[in-house]
């Protein structure tokens, strides 16, 4: 009996220790089990990872910022990340646990909201203050195309985002990377950025000089892939654009001449009059504080100008709609839709292990300044403007003396004439000419040369008087 | 028809003609302009802009005819009263109406064409788009004054061309001192 007794009890134990959790609650799941194993990830491995996250992560279909489903979202984050031996959950005065809690006003219920961001750290060099940020918004949003209500939607190219960073997250641990990371998931991303813009704004000046670069994920569903840097090209940008050609993949810098440029009424927070579809994600919130952003994103962008979002060449946009699901994806791009994401990792992963991967960073940091600080600049703008007006008043009054120069060697009695009569018959109509007009009109023009001395003095006059 | 009706026929089809044209140079002005009002909208897809088969070409078209539209209201009033500004001035009236009209069109055309070449730039190079104020009163000022010394020469003796000159020429740089000043106030505040 005793000893009976005792096997239960170890059955019961392993029982246990089995089904132990991690983090927050327990969810029904189908979380990738955490390794620790250092190996590189193999291109087909990263997108088999990528396809398991993302079947896993489309289950929350109602991911509304600052719902319950987007709470249910972030818990999914937090338990695979937090199953990535490598991955610490940051820890500071703000952020407790990886969990950043905030509170922000939501553009569609119109009332305060809760939401938060995740946030874990990778640590590849220790000895160093300088870290890149990985992230990507995970909440999303969905109406019906006739009614305008709100539905339930897979929301894949969200998901897609969310489950390629995952994945990247667990890449940087197996591939042993020599820099540190930050891996962020923006709550309220739908809503204005609201989580990204609250994690910049806790940002400090000194933690803003140690961050590197923010690499920032957005809609990887469409025909083509992209990534965006600034509105200028740098070294930076000019070498990624170099390599992706090299790996022979189908990731291109976007030609921002082909997206629509939609003219704002006042210039934005980074000072250009205007935004674009590759300027609009959480990307656009570090921007605003001077931080160096790299943004993926896909869709049909390849000629002339496309207006509004597109992922599809020749079909209606599925963000934001009921057909952003893996089955209407499937159907436009094939089964193996997810192997293109593969170019994503195989660029980020060649530019990663670059030996001056974060030398050539902080090289480029304050590269396009020049950009910023000529066409972003108002006051510049207007100053020369001002400048400009005084020059042309200036060259106005150089003509005006050069005529009055002219003027004062003119015939005076034949042109003075001439100029009475003109203005008397276009002063009167051809046909009811009156005859009392000429006498004023040369009482004022004579007025005037009077008062501006015209008249040239005559010598004879002069020497009589000299007499 | 007496001589005088026949050139006065002449001369309204003329100033029909150079309104028309007037219009047509806003229209290559606004073309940018038109284009970015469509805001970049998630929901719905506009398709192609140059793709003449799709639904929501017409509705660019539209929106081009509307912006320029309402740019030729907002000339014609301004000339409306820059003709009644001007009209204080005895030596406004060295040039025929008529031609003033016609002449006035015509180096305002030259003006959008030129200044709609920087404009349609900017769908390559939008950061441009911030520069265009700037550009604007270069190009406004310096056809006002080539407009100015075109009438000088054409209609004006030169006793009275400086007089002349003045009178076509303080009014357009009165109304550029106010709208600078504006744009200062709006940027420091």
């Known amino acids: 009996m005793k000893k009976l007794k005792i096997f239960i009890a170890s059955i019961f134990a392993i029982i246990l220790c089995a089904f132990s959790c991690v983090g927050f609650g327990t969810i029904n799941q189908n ?8 190996t590189t990830y193999e291109n087909t491995e990263f997108v088999g990872e990528v396809e398991s996250v993302l079947n896993g992560f489309v289950s929350f279909t109602k991911r509304t910022p600052g719902s319950e489903g987007e709470k249910l979202a972030a818990k999914f984050i937090f338990a695979y990340l937090s199953g990535v031996s490598g991955l610490l959950p940051k820890q500071t005065a703000h952020i407790d646990g990886g969990v950043q809690k905030f509170t922000f006003e939501s553009i569609f219920s119109g009332k305060y909201e809760n939401s938060q961001n995740i946030i874990f750290e990778y640590k590849g060099n220790p000895d160093s203050k300088k870290k890149i940020i990985i992230g990507t918004n995970y909440d999303a949003i969905a109406y019906d195309s006739k009614t305008g209500k709100e539905v339930e939607s897979q929301s894949v190219t969200n998901g897609a985002s969310v489950a390629f960073a995952l ?6 641990v197996k591939n042993a990377y020599k820099f540190n990371a930050e891996i962020v998931f923006f ?19 000194e933690e803003k000089s140690n961050i590197l670069l923010m690499v920032n994920f957005d809609s990887l569903v469409g025909d083509n892939l992209y990534f965006y840097t600034e509105e200028v090209q740098d070294d930076f940008s000019n070498s990624m654009s ?17 997206l629509n440029k939609t003219i704002l009424t006042e210039p934005n927070e980074i000072g250009l009059d205007y935004v674009h579809i590759a300027m609009i994600s959480d990307n656009f919130s570090f921007m605003k504080g001077g931080i160096k952003t790299i943004s993926f994103f896909a869709g049909d962008y390849s000629k002339n100008v496309v207006l509004g979002r597109r992922e599809f060449a020749g079909k209606e946009t599925i963000a934001y709609t009921a057909n952003d699901n893996l089955d209407y994806i499937k159907e436009q791009k094939g089964e193996n839709w997810l192997e293109s994401l593969a170019s994503v990792y195989e660029l980020l992963d060649e530019k990663f292990c670059t030996s001056n991967f974060i030398s050539e960073l902080e090289s480029v940091q304050n590269q396009t300044n020049w950009f910023y600080a000529i066409f972003a600049n108002q006051k510049l703008v207007v100053f020369l403007t001002v400048v400009a007006l005084v020059v042309m008043i200036v060259i106005s009054m150089l003509l005006h003396f050069k005529l009055t120069v002219k003027a004062y060697h003119a015939n005076i009695e034949t042109e003075f004439l001439n100029s009475v009569v003109k203005i008397c018959e276009n002063v009167s109509e051809a046909e009811n000419f009156d005859e009392s007009i000429p006498a004023e009109v040369s ?16 010598r004879k006059e002069k020497k009589d008087k000299d007499k | 028809m007496t001589e005088f009706n026949v050139s006065k026929k002449r001369t309204a089809i003329d100033g029909w003609f150079y309104k028309l044209i007037l219009f047509v140079s806003f229209l290559w002005v606004s073309t940018y302009t038109a284009a970015s009002t469509v805001v970049t909208n998630f929901q719905f897809d506009f398709g192609n802009l140059f793709d003449l088969t799709s639904p929501n070409f017409s509705y660019i078209v539209l ?3 509307i912006e320029a539209l309402v740019s030729w209201l907002f000339f014609e009033l301004l000339f409306f009263l820059y003709r009644y500004v001007m009209a204080y001035s005895i030596y406004s009236f060295v040039v025929p109406m008529d031609r003033l009209k016609t002449e006035s069109r015509l180096f305002f055309t030259y003006r959008n064409v030129i200044y709609g070449i920087f404009i349609n730039l900017c769908f390559f190079v939008p950061y441009l788009h911030s520069w265009l ?6 190009i406004s000022l310096t056809m006002v004054l080539l407009f100015a010394l075109h009438i000088n020469k054409a209609y004006a003796e030169p006793i009275i061309g400086h007089f002349v000159f003045k009178s076509f020429v303080y009014p357009v740089f009165i109304f550029e ?4 000043a504006w744009q200062v106030v709006e940027v420091l505040l």
């Open chain 2, 177 to 180: 001192i106010f709208t600078l």
């Open chain 1, 167 to 172: 994945t990247l997250a667990k890449a940087l």
């Open chain 2, 63 to 65: 929106m081009l005819v």
């Open chain 1, 31 to 38: 979380v990738a089990s955490a390794t620790s194993v250092a």
């Open chain 1, 242 to 258: 170099d390599l992706a050609k090299k790996i022979n993949g189908n990731v291109e810098r976007i030609n921002t001449v082909h």
């Open chain 1, 443 to 458: 009482k004022v023009i004579a007025e005037d040369i009077k008062r501006d001395k015209m008249i040239k003095p005559d």
């Open chain 1, 187 to 205: 709550g309220a991303g739908e809503s204005n950025n609201a989580g990204s813009d609250f994690y910049t704004r806790g940002i400090t000046s």
């Open chain 2, 133 to 138: 104020p700037f550009l604007s009163i270069v």
